[in-house]
């Protein structure tokens, strides 16, 4: 099998895996006696061990091998997944997710540079679109399995996951995988300062929309519960997420006009800032699903950006990458935990006023760090 179709499959397998579990984990916690407090921290927890592997296990890859990290990430996860099915307490919900981030540290940086060797920008960004919207595709089936499974036989979830993980553990040991013969040429008339100069701005991006995602993600399953949503529906609502950004991020690998561009990034940075305001005010899936569907163009958007920067930036992309996935992990860290904290102490809505000023924040950093950098400095 060629690399590139290999690498796509087994991105929405695994993250089939997180997005069932994205959900049913709040739920067990919710069944569990948990609170708004509970589910940040849990997620928290496993945003901070996902982002302080990347910076640490995350760079084993380049030493090791891509390949066989990822195997050992897999056969990791698919433990950590059949172990919520022993899960009776809070804090083994804790234990659990802060298990499942360290083991993907290994998994998701290694997968993305493993996908970008060899090749130039031309070449890079619909590699790049194609593995995002593979991977975002489980973001829009993961949740409304999830949502029946709970229904139906909630212990079945993670037996699935646990499985599945599994079979990505087997498929990357056994699995024959044919590299190009060639890698293209990277010089493709780019300067590297522009990259280096809008790395940052991008990466700044990215942590404020996974700052935002993590509130949402970790902290509207309760505000749906409480407003007398079911499972299936709240499934239905976030799968809105996964479907945008898949729109999203197929639709931004078919151009490159924002490529080295602010105000693209400004724009719908904007927009998801106005979309969380939905969340604070709305009470019925009428309010609920634009600003759903906004924040997962907001994905596409920055993650891509992240991504095509960190890989296309002069220097060893393997090491940038971790960076990148770090950041998305420090993001979830601090959005679920912060956001959490808010809604104990200020209220349900308090952690989407709370996004929707960080975001905008962003917006003027990012201006600010333009204005600083100029191609005689960066060169």
């Not at 919900?93 to 298990?99: H, Q, S």
């Not at 981030?101 to 060797?117: E, I, K």
């Not at 809505?349 to 962003?362: C, D, K, Q, T």
Request: hydrophobic fraction near 50%; charge should be positive.
């Amino acid at each position: 099998m060629r690399k590139e179709p290999f690498l796509y499959t087994i991105s929405f397998l695994q993250d089939l895996c997180l997005a069932i579990t994205g959900l049913c984990v709040p739920l067990l916690a919710l069944r569990l006696g948990g609170t708004y407090g509970d589910l940040g921290v849990i997620a928290a927890t496993g945003s901070c061990t996902y982002s302080l592997g990347c910076f640490t296990i995350g760079r084993l890859g380049q030493r090791l091998g891509y390949r066989r990290l990822m195997a050992a990430a897999a056969l990791s996860t698919a433990v950590v997944f059949a172990g919520y099915l022993a899960a009776t307490r809070i804090w083994h919900l804790l234990l659990l997710g802060g298990l499942s981030g360290l083991t993907m540290s290994g998994y998701w940086p290694s997968l993305q540079a493993w996908l970008g060797q060899g090749k130039g920008r031309r070449e890079l960004l619909p590699a790049l679109g194609r593995f995002n919207v593979a991977w975002s595709l489980s973001f829009l089936v993961g949740p409304i399995l999830a949502g029946r499974l709970q229904t139906a036989a909630p212990a079945s979830a993670f037996a699935l996951t646990a499985g599945v993980s599994g079979a990505v553990f087997l498929s990357l040991c056994l699995m024959p995988v044919r590299e190009r013969g060639t890698p293209e040429a990277t010089g493709d008339g780019t300067t590297p300062w522009a990259a280096r100069r809008f790395l940052p701005v991008a990466w700044v991006a990215n942590f404020v929309t996974f700052f935002a995602t993590g509130c949402v993600r970790s902290l509207f399953p309760k505000l749906g519960t409480d407003l007398g949503m079911d499972p299936p529906e709240l499934g239905l609502l976030l799968s809105l997420i996964g479907g945008a950004q898949t729109l999203s991020f197929a639709l931004v690998a078919r151009t490159e006009r924002w490529q080295f561009r602010l105000a693209p990034l400004a724009a719908v940075q904007s927009l998801a800032a106005g979309g969380l305001w939905l969340l604070a005010f709305g009470s019925t899936a009428l309010w609920f699903g634009p600003a759903l569907l906004v924040q997962g163009v907001l994905i596409g958007a920055t993650f891509t950006a992240s991504a095509f920067y960190s890989l296309h930036a002069e220097g060893p992309g393997g090491t940038r990458v971790t960076v990148h996935e770090g950041i998305v992990g420090s993001g979830m860290f601090v959005g679920p935990l912060v956001g959490g904290l808010a809604a104990e102490h200020r209220g349900p809505r308090a952690p989407y006023f709370l996004a929707s000023a960080v975001l905008l924040g962003a917006v003027l950093l990012e201006a600010h760090l333009l204005r600083r950098s100029t191609p005689t400095a960066a060169a």
